[in-house]
């Protein structure tokens, strides 16, 4: 792998499965970042739909992009944690295959993260449809969040998320089908470790009906089995964590 402590690359990590409805929109939102330094893992976890024919298309039109297939379907875990493997970058910006970025994102995030010596950056967004309509403008974020923050509250979108491996060092994803990312930014925080928040609509989240985390009611299983098992609270602690959520994923979704 290249040096990570020495460049300062941005690798744009973008899994992908059966996302080709709105994939090309995607990848152009990426494609099109004012910041000069980026590049593209692209990793497919054996689509379905037409969405395989579409990255090859983009990566034959642009050098920047890094296309990997995988064997076979894996989940969102595995094919992060591949694209994590293969970029180069000492910077990591994660973008789901459904959601879009403004042009400046990777800029403003980089700027702000160089000023402040950050090495855990994300923004506000905004909810739009499987249609691309809005559905909630600014969808605001604090300043600075830590571990105990994130106990109760999933502020953060993933899409919005720009780590720096010179302080984080590499990562993996922890192999949970669903909010592994949850899971790990909870892992970075518990070292001490602090959260960014930049509060500008920098990111448009897709809210699709048949995504993982679609129905927050059913993701509370999800989320107490990440803070019991993986963080290893006690029951009591992970109940009143429950309800916090459930209240600000309500709030986030509805409100």
Known sequence: MPDLYHNMTVSVIIPVYNTGKYLRETLDSALTQTYPDLEIVI??????DNSREIIK?????????????????????????????LAGGRYVAFLDSDDLWSPEKIAKQIKFMQAQEVAFCFTAFAMINEQ???????????????YEFLLKNTMINTSSVVLDR??????????????QDYATW?????????????????????????????????SIPRF????????GLNPLAVMVNSCF????ALKK???
Request: net charge positive; charged share 25%.
């Open 132 to 146: 691309g309509q809005l559905l909630k403008g600014k969808r605001a974020v604090q300043e600075k969040i830590n």
């Open 57 to 85: 298309e983009y990566a034959a039109r642009y050098e920047n992009i890094i296309f990997y297939q995988q064997a076979k379907n894996r989940g969102a875990a595995v094919t992060r944690n591949k694209a994590l493997a």
């Open 43 to 48: 990793v497919d976890d054996c689509s379905e």
């Open 245 to 248: 959520f459930a209240f600000h």
């Open 224 to 231: 107490w089995n990440i803070q019991r098992n993986s963080e």
């Open 166 to 179: 010179q302080k984080t060092g590499n990562l993996q994803m922890p192999l949970f089908r669903s909010w």
């Open 186 to 218: 909870l892992q970075l925080l518990r070292t001490g470790m602090e959260a960014y928040g930049l509060n500008e609509v920098l990111v448009k989240y897709r809210k699709r009906s048949n995504s993982l985390s679609a129905n927050k009611f059913k």
């Open 253 to 255: 979704h509805y409100f």
